[in-house]
């Protein structure tokens, strides 16, 4: 049985990394190690860690459930973190999802559906 996930972002600055994510997107740090990190909001845990191409970044995404969507979003409008086209919208398939990006250009898609 899988129990949870954590992600790994690539992050060229660690220090930025993790002001950013604490002062723009309300996660605290679990653990640095300078060139490996975590950091935690709720019950998402997210490690970060050094590479400097950005490309690798600029292709990294991943996917959150959250309850009270409509709050976060305006939340990271606000911190100015929402992706140019990732617009809190309403999906086909019967639920809500808006697209942040990190610093470094990883994706965060943040989602909530009905019934789930």
């Not at 860690?49 to 990294?60: F, G, R, V």
């Not at 990271?76 to 990732?86: D, E, K, L, S, T």
């Amino acid at each position: 049985m899988f129990r949870y996930a954590i992600p790994k972002f690539p992050t060229a600055d660690m220090p930025a990394a993790l002001e950013f994510y604490q002062h723009k997107m309300g996660f605290t740090v679990q653990f640095n190690y300078g060139d490996y990190a975590a950091i935690r909001r709720d019950t998402v845990e997210i490690h970060l860690w050094i590479c400097e191409d950005k490309y690798i970044a600029e292709h990294t995404a991943c996917r959150i459930a959250v309850d009270n969507i409509e709050a976060l979003y305006a939340e990271y409008r606000q911190a100015g973190v929402i992706h140019p086209n990732g617009m809190l919208e309403e999906k086909p398939w019967g639920g809500k999802e808006f697209v942040a990006l990190d610093r470094d250009g990883n994706g965060l898609f943040f989602f909530e559906y009905r019934g789930v």
